[in-house]
């Protein structure tokens, strides 16, 4: 189990130590970041096709794809409306301005939307081509997603131990 799950668990299973709506709305962005976090998992654990033309019909890149795909999930749960309150709860005890950052830059130079085609090229096969826009749009980007995975994780796990405090 590891210490993201066990907080996970140890929150589930506490009384009302935060409004029972903040508790729900912070285990589904924990869930989020938990999908997001096995896909790169496996994605490292796989091996790296170095010929480009067999890189993104490799298990590496469809995993790479799938990572994309659920932390865009978890960047869309984050921005909802209905996270309102757990975003105030968050950053009451949690500093956010990585976070925010990183998100205000991707907004503004095309990243998150890049990874709104890749979210939308593998869970909407039926109105997509096999060689669509979606399948490249984040070829490149590497650097980006990994630092997104990492403040997405220092957050919620910081969020996640004050709640079980």
């Not at 067999?54 to 909802?80: C, D, P």
Request: aromatic share 8%; hydrophobic share 45%; proline share 4%.
């Amino acid at each position: 189990m590891t210490a993201q799950t066990r907080l996970s668990s140890e929150i589930s299973a506490r009384g009302p130590m935060i409004d029972i709506e903040i508790k729900k709305g912070l285990l589904n962005l924990h869930d989020a970041f938990l999908n997001a976090d096995i896909m790169q998992r496996e994605k490292w654990d796989a091996p790296v096709e170095q010929d480009p033309e067999k890189f993104h019909v490799s298990n590496h890149g469809r995993f790479e794809r799938m990572w994309i795909t659920f932390l865009y999930v978890l960047v869309e749960a984050w921005q909802s409306p209905q996270m309102a309150p757990v975003r105030a709860y968050i950053q009451s005890v949690v500093p956010l301005d990585e976070l925010a950052h990183l998100l205000r830059a991707a907004a503004a130079d095309g990243s998150l939307a890049k990874m709104s085609e890749t979210r939308h090229y593998m869970c909407h096969r039926d109105r997509r081509k096999y060689w669509d826009d979606g399948r490249l749009a984040v070829c490149g980007q590497l650097e980006f997603h990994i630092k997104l995975h990492a403040s997405f994780s220092q957050v919620l796990l910081a969020a996640m131990k004050s709640a079980t405090a």
